[in-house]
């Protein structure tokens, strides 16, 4: 058994492979996983993995969020952007993409051609971006995140390019009156504004959506609209750098 580990900021994904194009896939809270499963042994991150009921690896291979240094007992390191380009092609069998990966709490734009990373752009200071952004939008309105994901239409035009400043923002367009849906819209229409110069830079003529952020269908909608070029959303977006990690361990 393979095992492919993505320690994000927000939550470690794990895809355990038995056969080749067999998965199991299991998510755990980071901070939950860190403190009930994960110590820290010389300097190293100890996993007990029959604790977490998934048997013993014969590999581990595992990638981090951002510059975070992860030093998991066991385990083979593979730089997090390598890691999803590696899912990426896996998953899609591509050769050709920009790869947009908007996680918990980053953003990742990644110009992969002949197989491999060209050049990339992330933007880690900044959460208005990510997936936390939209929960904390969604939470604004009182809507669910699935909702908030089938909004694209009429988007109410929200400027703020801070996550704190633009919570005040939409809640003074919620009392202007403007109805939910173009509301929603606007939330989802200022991710892709944030998005858009890293993806005008890196741009090809297909891009594959990958994290979890890649699950909202209207953002989906709107980078297709605005960008002119279809965008492919793998089967398993959320595990992707996991899957990355195991494609690695393939070779």
């Known amino acids: 058994?393979?095992?492919?580990?993505?320690?994000?900021?927000?939550?470690?994904?794990?895809?355990?492979?038995?056969?080749?194009?067999?998965?199991?896939?299991?998510r755990f809270d980071t901070v939950s996983f860190y403190r009930e499963h994960g110590k820290s042994v010389n300097g190293e991150l100890q996993v007990d993995f029959e604790a977490?009921?998934?048997?013993?690896?014969?590999?581990?291979?595992?990638?981090?969020?951002?510059?975070?240094t992860i030093n998991l007992k066991g385990a083979e390191i593979v730089p997090e952007i390598k890691a999803h380009v590696l899912g990426a092609i896996y998953q899609t069998g591509l050769q050709e993409f920009t790869l947009l990966d908007l996680g918990g709490q980053d953003s990742k734009v990644v110009?992969?051609?002949r197989g491999k990373m060209m050049d990339f752009q992330t933007n880690d200071k900044c959460a208005a971006s990510t997936g936390?952004?939209?929960?904390?939008?969604?939470?604004?309105?009182?809507?669910?995140?699935?909702e908030l994901?089938?909004?694209?239409?009429?988007?109410?035009?929200?400027?703020?390019?801070?996550?704190i400043f633009g919570e005040t923002e939409l809640i003074g367009k919620v009392v202007e009156g403007h109805p939910i849906a173009h509301l929603g819209a606007g939330v989802n229409y200022?991710?892709?504004?944030?998005?858009?110069?890293?993806?005008?830079?890196?741009?090809?003529?297909?891009?594959?959506?990958?994290?979890?952020?890649?699950?909202?269908?209207?953002?989906?909608?709107?980078?297709?609209?605005?960008?002119?070029?279809?965008v492919l959303v793998p089967k398993y977006p959320q595990y992707n750098g996991a899957i990355g990690c195991i494609a690695f361990a393939l070779g």
């Not at 048997?55 to 975070?68: C, E, F, H, L, N």
Request: one cysteine or more; charged letters at 20%.
């Open 149 to 163: 994901a089938s909004y694209d239409e009429n988007p109410v035009d929200l400027s703020s390019t801070c996550a």
């Open 1 to 26: 058994m393979i095992c492919g580990i993505d320690l994000g900021s927000r939550n470690v994904k794990i895809a355990l492979m038995e056969q080749e194009g067999s998965f199991s896939f299991h």
């Open 52 to 68: 977490l009921g998934l048997g013993v690896p014969k590999k581990i291979v595992a990638t981090g969020y951002g510059r975070q």
């Open 111 to 113: 110009l992969v051609a």
């Open 190 to 230: 200022t991710i892709f504004k944030r998005i858009r110069p890293m993806l005008t830079k890196l741009l090809t003529n297909t891009i594959v959506f990958t994290g979890g952020v890649a699950h909202n269908q209207a953002l989906v909608k709107i980078i297709e609209r605005e960008m002119k070029v279809p």
């Open 132 to 146: 936390r952004y939209l929960e904390n939008m969604a939470a604004v309105l009182d809507i669910k995140m699935e």
